[in-house]
Structures are given as structure tokens and as C-alpha cells.
């Protein structure tokens, strides 16, 4: 069973930048593709980047384009979402998992909260 762990949140000022980290178990990393999912209190969990396996294509949300950039060690097992010029409407839980489809369990996720 995949086992995924989120780190790096916390509470940053609005224009300022977090890295958010997943270590993913196993040694399936590397052939799945993977994405950061966030879910604001009240809203549906939505997908906003993407990495294909080689690391080399990503995709992001029109909401965070231009300012999130995905990327992956696949020697760490490890995705990574750095953020810059948050918002107040970026606070969620931010969650990795597998793209398209993800992996039946979902780590904890890790809390972002964007205010002055």
C-alpha cells in the first residue's frame, strides 16, 4: 500500500512563499505520474499541477499558474509544490497523490493558511 506524507505548510503572509514536500513510499514513484490537490473548507478538492514521470511536463491550474512550480526527485521518492505570491484564497489543505487516477489512500495533506 502507498503511503504519502505532506510537509512544509504553514502560515505565511499574503505575496509571500512556501515549499511544500511528499514522500511517497514504495518503489512505484517513479512510473506514476503526480499531482498537488488542495480543498478550501468548503469547496471540492481540486487538482492544480501536475508532473509526468520523467519530471520534464508539468500543468498547472489556471488559478495558480504563473505562480506554483511542481517538481520531482525520483532518487527521494519525493514531489515538491513551491508556491510564491500565495493568496488569501490559496489557504487549503494541500494533498499529493497519483494523476489521473489517484492511489486508493490519501495522506494527512498539509495546512496552508494565507493572512496578514
Known amino acids: 500500500q502507498v503511503q504519502l506524507v505532506e510537509s512544509g505548510g504553514g502560515l505565511v503572509q499574503p505575496g509571500g512563499s512556501l515549499r511544500l514536500s511528499c514522500a511517497v513510499s514504495g518503489r512505484i514513484f517513479r512510473f506514476y505520474d503526480m499531482g498537488w490537490y488542495r480543498q478550501a473548507p468548503g469547496k471540492e478538492r481540486e487538482l492544480v499541477a501536475t508532473?509526468?514521470?520523467?519530471?520534464?511536463?508539468?500543468n498547472y491550474a489556471a488559478s495558480v499558474k504563473g505562480r506554483f512550480t511542481i517538481s520531482r526527485d525520483n532518487a527521494k521518492n519525493t514531489v515538491y509544490l513551491h508556491m510564491d505570491s500565495l493568496k488569501p484564497e490559496d489557504t487549503a489543505l494541500y494533498y499529493c497523490n497519483g494523476v489521473p487516477t489517484p492511489f486508493a489512500s490519501w495522506g494527512q495533506g498539509t495546512q496552508v493558511t494565507v493572512s496578514s
Open positions: 508532473i509526468i514521470t520523467s519530471g520534464v511536463s508539468t
